[in-house]
């Protein structure tokens, strides 16, 4: 999963944790606003001084996974402080501890869908394509608008060179997110393997015309 997909799923998950104020604040870091030191200081209060979510905000993972542990261990039915600490193992790339934090999460919550996403993406950037997939697909059949799950799911279609699938992810992400110039990019590429170069022409004039620089790039080679 990609940095732009990373920063969503932590700020679709953020929001359903942490109060108004924290959530805005973390999206102000997140996106690169530049924030005051008082402004600083009222996020930190808000989410608690030093809570483990805001160290993860900013990349302090260590004390993020310390700080999770603590909460763990006076909430352990909590699924989406496991899940939080998994994801700090995620970046850590500690996979197999996130992957049985988010074990956890489910055996906590059966039908967390973030929590099989995020297991399933854990277990993408461990190799295991297999585990990938079956979670993404139990996240999507939970949720079938998680554009996420679709997003992630087709670049391991891609990735597996299963375009007609890859294809399908992607049509449903683009579905859901029109003004995702990633989707049309990377449906160019499954079209393109598929040997459909019309179709895949066509997304990449799309992306490029959303803003997508590697889609100008190969727009241009192929014009010259």
């Keep these: 999963m990609d940095s732009k997909s990373n920063r969503g799923r932590f700020l679709a998950w953020v929001s359903f944790t942490l109060p108004g104020l924290t959530a805005l604040f973390l999206f102000l870091i997140l996106n690169g606003v530049a924030l005051s030191g008082r402004d600083v200081t009222r996020a930190q209060t808000a989410s608690g001084n030093n809570s483990a979510s805001y160290q993860y905000s900013i990349g302090n993972y260590q004390a993020a996974l310390e700080l999770y542990t603590k909460d763990i261990k006076k909430q352990p039915s909590n699924a989406k402080l496991f899940v939080g600490r998994g994801l700090a193992y995620d970046a850590s790339r500690c996979y197999e501890d996130a992957i049985k934090d988010f074990s956890r999460a489910i055996d906590l919550q059966p039908r967390y869908a973030f929590a099989y996403c995020s297991r399933g993406m854990s277990y993408s950037k461990k190799g295991d394509w297999p585990n990938a997939i079956s979670d993404l697909s139990v996240a999507i059949t939970i949720n079938l608008d998680d ?74 080679k192929i014009n010259q």
């Design 147 to 220: 554009a996420g799950s679709y997003y992630d799911r087709g670049k391991i279609y891609l990735k597996l060179r299963s375009s007609s699938q890859s294809i399908e992810d992607f049509t449903k992400f683009i579905q859901l997110k029109p003004q995702d110039d990633r989707g049309y990019y990377l449906r160019a590429k499954a079209y393109y393997y598929a040997g459909d170069i019309d179709r895949a022409i066509q997304d990449l004039q799309v992306a490029a015309q959303l803003g997508n620089i590697q889609a100008r790039h190969l727009l241009e």
